[in-house]
């Protein structure tokens, strides 16, 4: 019989590469990482793993055992949590990942109205963008993903469980004594010849389509995935930016103007989970409490 156990440490040496790296992961020793995955060949009834000096690559066999240990392993989780919960401990864990402006605008208040409705609770909470974020989520390492996405992107997310939480819009920023600083709107047409400072990754990439449709390449002379960063740099004189408005709730933008960026850019904040996941009572108050948060 195969072992939730021994799938994690499938998982984790499939992931790290080696015995070693596995066992720093998971908190325990090289040779007790050797015993676990000699003991799931053996229930597998045939190799998953093949040693070429120092490298390790999986078998056949143990590709597809990787394959099927994520949604096995999620399975398995929100099976102990809600009979936890049916046998009366009034406990859980949740795992939240959510990207930085999230994390500072949403996640604060939803997770202090857990604590005072739900004291035994648990939550940790780690940063990361999408789309590792949904990996992550999908891979097992997280029970619930705060993530974001500019216009429909069909299929993206059929296989999870979408709690939209609100629509954020882009505003623009620059220096106080800019030109167009006063305005009450301006056309991103014109900041055409403005140095630009650009966001993470699929920030950077929308900023830069929606130039594109007005008519222009932005110049990008900083990229940073830090808000303050970027509120600091067009603080300074040495650009123009566009942030999200969860971005600018929680800094202020000393020596920068915010202004009204037309045409509207807008994206999406959504909580993801497992439908496994969402059955679960932990899980379904930490997505209840997120959407109150939104709201607010």
Not at 44 to 62: D, F, K, S, V
Not at 208 to 231: H, K, L, M, N
Not at 232 to 258: D, F, H, I, N, Q
């Amino acid at each position: 019989m195969i072992e939730a156990r021994h799938l994690r440490v499938l998982r984790a040496v499939a992931t790290t590469g080696s015995f070693s790296a596995a066992a720093r992961e998971l908190g325990c020793t090289q040779p007790a990482v050797s015993q676990q995955m000699k003991a799931l060949e053996s229930s597998a009834g045939t190799p998953l793993l093949i040693r070429t000096g120092r490298e390790m690559r999986l078998t056949q066999a143990g590709e597809a055992l990787v394959r099927h240990a994520s949604g096995i392993l999620a399975g398995l989780t929100a099976a102990e949590e809600e009979v936890a919960a049916i046998a009366g401990l009034r406990a859980g864990r949740v795992r939240l990942v959510s990207f930085p402006s999230g994390s500072s605008a949403l996640v604060p208040g939803a997770l202090a109205a857990l604590r005072a409705a739900n004291p035994g609770t648990q939550v940790s909470l780690v940063e990361a963008e999408p789309p590792r974020s949904v990996e992550m989520l999908r891979d097992g390492d997280c029970d619930i993903a705060l993530a974001f996405r500019y216009g429909a992107m069909g299929g993206e997310w059929d296989d999870l469980v979408v709690r939209p939480l609100l629509v954020d819009r882009l505003i623009g920023l620059v220096p106080e004594g800019h030109r167009l600083a006063g305005a009450d709107a301006v056309g991103i047409a014109e900041l055409a010849d403005e140095p630009w400072i650009a966001g993470c990754p699929r920030c950077r990439r929308q900023l830069v389509e929606v130039c594109e449709a007005s008519g222009f390449t932005p110049r990008i002379d900083f990229a940073t995935d830090d808000y303050p960063a970027v509120i600091g740099l067009v603080g300074a004189g040495l650009g123009v930016a566009v942030l999200p408005e969860l971005a600018m709730e929680s800094v202020r933008p000393k020596g920068a103007r915010t202004v009204t960026v037309e045409p509207a850019v807008e994206r999406e904040i959504v909580a993801l989970t497992l439908p496994d996941l969402a059955r679960v009572p932990a899980v379904a108050a930490t997505l209840d409490q997120l959407s109150l948060a939104a709201s607010r």
